[in-house]
């Protein structure tokens, strides 16, 4: 391990901030929610040290920047191997600033057990920083089955009525999907001959895989990836979840861990099998397009306000799979464009729909409307979240999608044809939701309710802002993603 440890700093801390709090009297609630916050906040500075120093420090091998290993099992070729580039990169701000927001909402939206509730959030973020950052398999598979326990007991402790059930649901899927991944890359081991679990090593290696096995690994790994994305019909746990966790749960949910599975799409299942992966295309584009238009016409149906922001999410991780399907640099830098500007806008819009509960105590559609009159300015900044969320041009969500549907023109003009009918629908509800809540007259119980308060719009103000940024100049974020698009599309063949 060589030079400023960055990235072991930036997985590790937020567990240091878990066992600081752990020590605090229960009492002191004002001290763990600012310690909780300053704990959040050291990966966020980090990683934008680690943005201004970007053009600057070399890439080492494999093209991984900021790299630190050293052996961990030699005797199993397991060693503690960390590295980004510009796939994982902004997956990690967007984690460091999503986990951040999220703490700082959760100040007044966590009433009870505030204590354990920030602990549990800052190992939440150790889980998904270490999934982003890890290079090698098994510390890679710790990583991701961490994110499973406190996520279990946020939802289940912290969570609605049925917050049980949910907090189970997601449990008993994403580990059956964990355990299929973990044969596939105990496949890999065994078959590429490497002797290491390093992921990029065994990519290089993977050639040597005899092809039906190669196709056999790609779906165990695949089936691991898509229930966390969720894909369509591994869907269901996914609005369950988000209509009974806490508001802050459900930011890092939509933002964060939907991005655990098609950062494994990138990352491992794309370039270790480029073989599988073309062998699957048409397979894939399927799913990403039942994806789009199931998820938009699902969340058309829906009455509960956050239960349609959580099908809308599954509407547009199709697109991701959509861009994966097509294969050409285009459609994959806008499926990784994606990722981040769906947890961005996703994020958003689940912080205002917790204020908006907070304040009416409802989440039912029919329930609400006239929100412009009585909370002005969280309606002015849902109305805007929507319009992204609909790929309105200017904003993050479009250009993401224009990316994706232009790099898939010259693939196949039918997915692209139906991929624009699913967003026909998602302008529709969209557009539909701000017709029924925000306009029409005030109800009269929702007069003189209080608007956003300083720290909402202090959560608010970077992401908003970061939305109309990546929308205006989305070079900001393509300076990352060209190169390993170009990179995936060799490994593919040129597909």
Do not use: C
């Amino acid at each position: 391990m060589s030079g400023f440890p960055f990235l072991t700093l930036v997985v590790f801390a937020p567990l240091l901030g878990t066992l600081a709090l752990l020590m605090f009297p229960k009492a002191r609630v004002e001290s763990i929610r600012w310690a909780a916050a300053i704990f959040s906040a050291v990966p966020l500075v980090l990683t934008l040290v680690m943005w201004v120093l970007w053009g600057r420090t070399p890439a080492g091998a494999f093209g991984m920047k900021f790299a630190e290993s050293f052996s961990w099992i030699p005797s199993l070729g397991i060693s503690y191997s960390l590295g980004t580039d510009g796939i994982s990169f902004p997956l990690v701000v967007l984690t460091a600033l999503m986990t951040f927001v999220a703490v700082v909402a959760g100040w007044k939206m966590i009433a009870t057990k505030e204590r354990a509730f920030f602990a549990l959030l800052l190992l939440l973020e150790t889980g998904m920083m270490g999934v982003f950052l890890s290079l090698d398999y098994i510390l890679f598979y710790v990583f991701w089955e961490i994110v499973l326990v406190p996520m279990y007991f946020l939802i289940g402790i912290w969570g609605g009525p049925r917050r049980e059930y949910a907090a189970l649901k997601f449990f008993i899927y994403t580990l059956v999907g964990s355990v299929i991944m973990l044969i596939g890359i105990l496949a890999l081991y065994f078959l590429s001959g490497t002797g290491t679990f390093n992921i990029m090593e065994i990519a290089q290696a993977a050639g040597s895989i005899p092809v039906a096995a190669g196709r056999w690994i790609f779906v165990a790994l695949f089936l691991g990836f898509a229930v966390k994305v969720p894909v369509f019909p591994f869907h269901t746990w996914l609005p369950d979840a988000h209509v009974e966790a806490p508001t802050p749960i459900s930011v890092v949910l939509a933002a964060v861990l939907l991005k655990m599975g098609t950062y494994g799409f990138f990352r491992v299942s794309y370039p270790t099998l480029p073989g599988a992966a073309k062998y699957f295309a048409v397979a894939i584009a399927a799913l990403g397009l039942i994806n789009i238009i199931y998820g938009a016409l699902t969340a058309m149906a829906q009455k509960d306000l956050k239960k349609l922001v959580a099908y809308s999410s599954i509407s547009h991780m199709g697109f991701v799979l959509l861009g994966l399907a097509a294969g050409t640099q285009l459609a994959l830098s806008g499926a990784l464009f994606m990722n981040i500007s769906h947890g961005l806008i996703s994020g958003m819009l689940f912080l205002l729909v917790g204020a908006v509960y907070d304040r009416t105590h409802t989440r039912d559609i029919a329930k609400l409307s006239g929100v412009y009159v009585t909370l002005p300015v969280i309606a002015t900044i849902l109305a805007f979240s929507l319009f992204a969320n609909l790929g309105l041009p200017g904003l993050a969500g479009f250009v993401a999608e224009f990316f994706v549907l232009a790099g898939t023109f010259p693939v196949s003009v039918l997915w692209v044809a139906l991929a624009a009918l699913g967003m026909l629908v998602v302008a529709g509800f969209n557009l539909w939701v701000m017709q029924r809540v925000l306009m029409g007259e005030a109800k009269k119980e929702y007069a003189g309710l209080p608007d956003a308060t300083r720290l909402e719009i202090f959560t608010y103000a970077p992401v908003v802002a970061l939305i109309i940024a990546l929308g205006v100049a989305p070079g900001l974020l393509m300076r990352f993603l060209n190169g390993p698009a170009l990179e995936l599309v060799q490994r593919l063949g040129g597909m």
